[in-house]
């Protein structure tokens, strides 16, 4: 690319509203513009980084044997109805009329359409297991669109959706996308964390989210690299669940801000007892039948629980009590004994983190202790770091589950999330096929999300100085750029540009020539905001010596080397 051919539109400043590095970065690098709340236009820059991170993407798909296909954005309401979803979806779901007063919806995920599908074209086991996969735009009607397009009305995402006559099968498959999505984020460069996460409106029983770690992510994520234990701490999204429940104005209220979990507020937002608390364990789960949130702050004193209540987020029901921690179990569909981070239910609802000296510690951060009066609470051995502030990063000394390691809670951003669905929707849709014994049979299903978009931000997260992006080879917009000291004056610049500029795309580079009439500082400063990794200054001064100026955006310090040597430096 001549950058003379090229649009730029780098920006000195960012725009207010710009409150993280990404959104402020992506804008003044000239990736993205808003065009209204949430809905953004790509530039060329943006583009490229999109489509080497889709590229990555399809390419590990195709490689764990799924087949893409294209499926509608707009969406039949039938098909929404059919699944239960119309009614459940809420204001997320953006719905519309045709002119003939069809209802239809913009498509937000696709679970019914790619159900449709399978229920028409398998008819048989012998054509299971297959897996599909598309790389769209879909919509969802964020309730509150911010950090640019890290969460954005429309955006792009991969999703696949696999297909089964048995649990084993999905398992199999399972297995084989999550190691395709390690694939994805290890080729990428990205520093992030598989956890064990809530289902949510997809619904399902069990599903691992993909975080990357960043301190301007939406959610804690609790792991231990010693051990195998990762969660999704989920609390911050519980309460926001909570602040939904305005139907008049769909306003989200501000009960508390995520940071603030002392023991006594999330014990008073579930109507708990404090004073009873020994040891704590936090569940949280969808109710399948009702379809609302169950949040539960489970108390324990000598492993007899004192007091449980469970509060239903939606605030419909009043809270329950229950007497014996079997009552609680068999009431939020687990069997007896199975409490535990690995704990499952039918009905999609997970113990995230069992009496973990982590999660309780995060309780507890910004509370004064001499405020609690708890009962066999020890908080040197509970919570070691609590005079040490930042409960948020590392809680150092506290075993995992299985013993082993440190469990650390961070901030991460979700940018993958991989489901069992089990059989809810082909149930709902009635997607069977003939099994071996010639008996009509319902489908298990998979489905597996990558935020393509949200990516783009996400690595930006992990990878930025005070002069602009530092972007991972593999993503970069341009793999190198040719800064050209008077192209237009210099014959011998101007031949030493072309020549490099030529070799250098035949070895397969995305090369930058920079030949505009622009001083060399803005071009320097262009070069960096972009975050090109590697950056060749060709002026008259070194081409009399045969040399050219070499940086790299990450090591920063110029060298001198040969025209000769160039191309293969590079290489
Ligand atoms: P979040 O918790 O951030 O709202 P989600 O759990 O609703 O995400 P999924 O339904 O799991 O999202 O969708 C799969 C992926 O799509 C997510 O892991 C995320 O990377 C991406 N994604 C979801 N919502 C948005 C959005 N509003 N903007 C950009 N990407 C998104
Ligand atoms: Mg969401
Ligand atoms: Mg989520
Ligand atoms: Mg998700």
Redo the contacts with the bound molecule.
């Keep these: 690319m001549r950058a003379s051919n090229y649009l730029f539109s780098t920006l000195r400043d960012a725009p207010t509203d710009a409150v993280v590095t990404s959104h402020q970065l992506m804008v003044r690098a000239g990736m993205i513009r808003q065009i209204s709340k ?1 809905l953004y236009t790509w530039l060329p820059t943006g583009v490229k980084v999109f489509r080497k991170i889709e590229s990555i993407v399809r390419d590990e798909m195709e490689k764990a044997g799924a087949l893409e296909v294209i499926m509608p954005g707009v969406q039949p309401a039938e098909l929404w109805q059919e699944s239960g979803r119309w009614q459940k979806y809420g204001p997320e779901l953006l719905r519309l009329v045709d002119r003939h007063g069809r209802d239809y919806c913009l498509g ?2 696709h679970e019914e359409v790619i159900t449709e599908l399978a229920r028409n074209e398998f008819t048989s086991y012998k054509q299971l297991p297959a897996t599909f996969f598309q790389i769209q735009t ?1 919509f ?1 009607d ?1 309730v509150r ?1 911010r950090f640019g ?5 429309e ?3 991969k ?1 696949a959706y696999s297909f089964h006559v048995s649990a084993e099968s999905l398992q199999q498959t399972y297995d084989v996308m999550h190691q395709a999505y390690c694939n994805v984020f290890d080729r990428i460069g990205l520093d992030y964390r598989p956890v064990l996460a809530d289902t ?3 619904g399902g029983a069990y599903s691992h ?2 975080h990357v770690l960043a301190d301007s992510g ?2 804690d994520i609790a792991f231990s690299d010693g051990s195998n234990f990762a969660a999704n701490v989920e609390l911050a ?1 519980a309460i926001t669940l909570k602040e939904k429940a305005d139907p008049a104005t769909e306003e989200t209220k501000e009960v508390f801000t995520p940071d603030c979990k002392t023991i006594q507020k999330v014990a008073e937002f579930l109507s708990l007892d404090v004073t009873k608390t020994v040891k704590t364990m936090l569940v949280k789960g969808i109710d399948a039948e009702q379809n609302s949130t169950i949040v539960a702050l489970v108390l324990r004193g000598d492993h007899t629980i004192n007091e449980l209540k469970v509060e239903k987020l939606d605030g419909i029901v009043a809270p329950f009590e229950f007497a014996s921690e079997d009552d609680i179990l068999a009431s939020i569909g687990c069997a007896p004994g199975s409490i535990g981070p690995q704990g499952l239910s039918e009905k999609g609802i997970r113990v995230i983190a069992d009496r973990s000296a982590a999660v309780m510690s995060d309780f507890c951060a910004g509370a004064n202790k001499d405020d609690y009066h708890i009962t066999g609470l020890n908080w040197e051995r509970d919570c070691p770091n609590f005079e040490t502030a930042d409960l948020r990063n590392v809680v150092e000394g506290d075993p995992s589950p299985d013993g082993q390691g440190t469990i650390v809670i961070k901030r991460g ?5 991989i ?1 069992q669905l089990g059989q809810q929707y082909a149930e709902a849709l009635n997607a069977t096929v003939l099994n071996e014994n010639g008996k009509a049979q319902i489908m298990h299903m998979g489905c597996y ?3 393509v ?3 783009v931000a996400a690595a930006i997260e992990q990878n930025f100085d005070e002069k602009g992006i530092l972007w991972p080879e593999s993503i970069a917009p341009f793999d190198v750029a040719i800064v050209a000291m008077n192209y237009d004056k210099s014959e011998s610049v101007r031949n030493e540009c072309d020549r490099l500029y030529t070799e250098l795309k035949a070895k397969g580079l995305d090369v930058l020539l920079d030949d505009r009439k622009e001083r060399p500082g803005v071009k320097f400063a262009d070069c960096e905001l972009l975050g090109i990794p590697h950056r060749l200054v060709v002026g008259d001064k070194g081409l009399a010596n045969n040399t050219l100026e070499y940086k790299n955006r990450r090591q920063g310090e110029n060298q001198d080397i040969s025209t000769e040597s160039a191309v293969d430096f590079i290489v």
Excluded at 149 to 153: G, H, I, L, T, Y
Excluded at 413 to 417: F, K, L, Y
């Design positions: 949430g937000p995920t879909k969802r964020e669109p397009v890290m969460r954005s009305r955006f792009s995402m999703d949510g409106s997809i989210e993909f939406e959610d999204e951003i979700e940018v993958g999330h489901f999300g990558i935020g978009s949200r990516i």
